[in-house]
């Protein structure tokens, strides 16, 4: 389809794993962002992508969280030495950059569960 | 960007209108009003924002009060579909370097009964 592709669906790991989590955004979308959204809550932003660079990535709660988009377009999430508190839905979303907008075309997410 | 507050849950019943009310009392100039639903198990989905006029489209209508304080979403013949989280963003767009960085608050949750 056209829409937002997240893999995989669900992922169930051990604590300390190492875990990847990839977004593959709409085509021509230059802007790409990762949010974690916990049971019951809101989604939490992470980090934005503005092409192949993070221009935000404020929102990454520890250095154990890393992101990549070496090519500008498909995105992955790295999580190092997991932890149960990393359980969450990871959402990507994409969106044009120009002109400014607040629309974004999310995933249908990962769901991370560290056990 | 400015904080809103919304009621936790809302009751609709089928084929009549939803109205749910979000306050920003301090939203400024450059603030937008956004609008986003999550139904289960779904990443969020946009609905409709604007900035001061009302606003509608396919979806659903956007009313902001004159002075820009509160705006309510409106759905105006609700389906079992329209079963969601419905979420009141506020977000500045009017700067050079401004983005789509949404800051989600809790939301409101409409159930829409037969």
């Known amino acids: 389809g056209a829409g937002v592709s997240q893999t995989p669906s669900n992922k169930v790991t051990e604590k300390g794993k190492y875990v990847e989590l990839r977004c593959d955004p709409i085509?021509?979308?230059?802007?790409l962002y990762w949010y974690r959204q916990s049971l019951g809550q809101g989604p939490e932003f992470l980090i934005y992508?503005?092409?192949?660079?993070?221009?935000?990535d404020s929102g990454l709660p520890n250095d154990r969280f890393f992101a990549v988009r070496p090519e500008g377009s498909v995105s992955t999430l790295k999580i190092q030495r997991t932890e149960r508190g990393d359980s969450a839905v990871y959402l990507c979303?994409?969106?044009?950059?120009?002109?400014?907008?607040?629309?974004?075309?999310f995933g249908e997410g990962s769901r991370l569960t560290v056990l | 960007d400015a904080k809103t507050t919304q009621p936790p849950s809302m009751d609709c019943a089928e084929g009549r209108a939803a109205n749910l009310p979000c306050n920003h009392s301090?939203?400024?100039?450059?603030?937008?009003v956004y609008w986003y639903r999550q139904i289960h198990s779904q990443g969020p989905q946009y609905i409709i924002h604007?900035?001061?006029n009302n606003e509608t489209n396919e979806m659903a209508s956007l009313i902001i009060t004159e002075d820009r304080k509160s705006s309510t979403l409106i759905l105006p013949h609700a389906t079992l579909r329209d079963t969601a989280v419905y979420y009141c963003?506020?977000?500045?767009?009017?700067?050079?370097?401004?983005?789509?960085?949404?800051?989600f608050g809790q939301g409101t949750i409409l159930t829409v009964h037969p």
């Open positions: 085509s021509g979308h230059t802007a």
């Open positions: 604007g900035l001061k």
């Open positions: 301090t939203i400024s100039g450059n603030e937008y």
């Open positions: 992508f503005q092409g192949t660079g993070a221009a935000d």
């Open positions: 963003i506020v977000i500045d767009l009017g700067g050079g370097t401004s983005y789509g960085k949404l800051t």
């Open positions: 979303a994409s969106s044009q950059k120009t002109p400014h907008t607040g629309e974004l075309f």
